[in-house]
């Protein structure tokens, strides 16, 4: 008897054990669903810290999401550094290969112009030309003698209102090539003749054999016909 009391006992424990179970489930279902439906009626608001306005979801749903591009990112060359351009040397100046001495001779001051072949010489002053030929025959000194085979020496005057100058070559086409003729006016700077080879003046030929000058120059006063230096009118 006493048995049977206490499985009695033990059921009745059993089953208030199972009543007081399904009582607390009823009340978690019950809060659960009345959670949910407090949830869904009530809109969830996305905050953020800082200053920002909170926006509502819905809002934020929708605003366009931008697409993302699926082209790579071009990558940006490199620049590359421009030389700086080297500096363009200046011109050398060819120097001017006349070279003026003074000389004096028959009882005259002149200029020895000493240059090479292949020089032009040009007038220092303007003026008319006048040209002369003169030959160095049986020794004496023949101006307009057209002898053949004898060289023909040119005195070339180039004559403006104030002075008058004087200039004594080599020979024509053997030494010096005349670039005027007897007539014409020339200006200040223009070329009178060039010379072919470095062959003396006519002056080693008529006066001093030790000359080898390529011209000697000299100069007047005009109109009165006085003789003046003539070395500063080609000195650089």
Known sequence: ?????????????????????????????????VSNITLGATPVVATTTGTSIPVPLATRAASPTPA???????????????????????????????????????????????????YTVNSPIAGRVTIKIYQFIDGGIREGAESAGVPNYPYIFVRSADREIKLRPGAVDRDV?????????????????????????????FYDAAVNAQVLVSATAQPAGTEVDPVPLFKR
């Open 177 to 205: 090539q005349l670039l005027v003729k007897d007539g014409d006016v020339v200006a200040a700077g223009q070329p009178l003749f060039k010379t072919v080879t470095a062959g003396a003046s006519s002056w080693k030929t």
């Open 68 to 118: 993302a591009s699926s082209a790579p990112a071009s990558a940006t060359p490199a620049r590359t550094a421009t030389p700086a351009p080297s500096p363009t040397p200046a011109p050398t100046a060819t120097p001017d290969p006349l070279v003026v001495t003074a000389y004096s001779g028959q009882g005259l001051r002149l200029a020895a112009l000493t240059i090479p072949s292949g």
């Open 1 to 33: 008897m006493q048995q049977g009391d206490e499985v009695r006992t033990l059921m009745q424990t059993l089953g208030s054990a199972a009543i007081g179970v399904g009582i607390g489930l009823g009340i978690l279902i019950a809060g659960f669903i």
